[in-house]
């Protein structure tokens, strides 16, 4: 089984350019996409519902064009849900719960902490409401699989120049320890897991200072499993030369 994550930067954007005829193609299970910027209802039907898929889509209730997540499944969940039932976690349309009979699959957009100390505590809210909503699921005795853009990078190892980021939001020490109570839950950073000692591997560039053309990135975009799944996994990649947004889609694939 092989899933793709994939950060978009606006669904009608890549549909526009090609890109999702591009990845929809590809040899993949499960597709999600965050940052989608729209409503279900704004989709051409080839993208709301391309054939051989099942498609959900949460969008943000609060501002048009704005976060979004969306998930393409060969298989039809046992059951879907938007969010975490919790409205000021959920107004902005950031998670979808997929329930299929071995595992729960989430898909979330998490916040960026830019815009100022409002927005930081936001994300940190969001980062800790969303361990304690998967922490239950795990107790109900459901394997867990997240994925999607967190925003963070974990270690200095994670992006290009750490020391230049080290008071920028997507590096501070607040939000890096979240990631750290992550782990020290027992999810594994799947990627890094498997590839301890691998540098220069990212999945977002900056597009105004062309920073792709320079791999000068960060690895904001993860897959973390619960520990009963790793007995499963086969790979975790990047594809870094998929084109279409400023993040590259990452796959993970189970036996």
């Not at 999600?32 to 969008?59: D, I, M, N, W």
């Not at 922490?135 to 994670?158: Q, S, W």
Request: glycine share 8%.
């Amino acid at each position: 089984m092989k899933i793709i994550s994939w950060n978009v930067n606006g669904l009608r954007a890549i549909h526009k350019k090609g890109n999702f005829a591009e990845i929809i193609k590809k040899d993949f299970d499960i597709l999600c996409l965050q940052e989608t910027k729209v409503e279900e209802t704004q989709l051409p039907e080839e993208v709301r519902a391309p054939k051989g898929y099942y498609a959900y889509f949460s969008h943000s209730k609060m501002r048009k064009g704005y976060s979004g997540v969306a998930v393409y499944s060969k298989t039809k969940p046992e059951k879907v849900e938007e969010g975490m039932c919790l409205k000021d976690m959920d107004k902005e349309g950031r998670l979808l719960v997929l329930y299929f009979h071995d595992y729960v699959l989430l898909n979330c957009y998490f916040p960026n902490g830019g815009g100022g100390p409002v927005r930081l505590k936001y994300k940190l809210d969001f980062y800790d409401t969303f361990l304690g909503f998967t922490e239950k699921l795990r107790k109900k005795g459901h394997k867990i699989i997240i994925c999607g853009d967190v925003n963070t990078a974990h270690e200095a190892v994670d992006l290009a120049r750490p020391k230049e980021n080290e008071k920028n939001t997507g590096f501070l020490p607040e939000e890096r320890a979240w990631i750290d109570e992550l782990i020290y839950h027992g999810y594994l950073d799947i990627y890094r897991h498997l590839h301890p000692n691998t540098k220069d591997v990212y999945t977002y560039w900056d597009m105004k200072t062309s920073a792709r053309d320079r791999n000068v990135g960060w690895r904001i975009d993860y897959f973390f499993i619960s520990p009963d799944l790793l007995p499963r996994v086969k790979q975790a990649t990047m594809l870094t030369d998929f084109l279409g947004s400023d993040h590259c889609p990452i796959v993970l694939e189970l036996k």
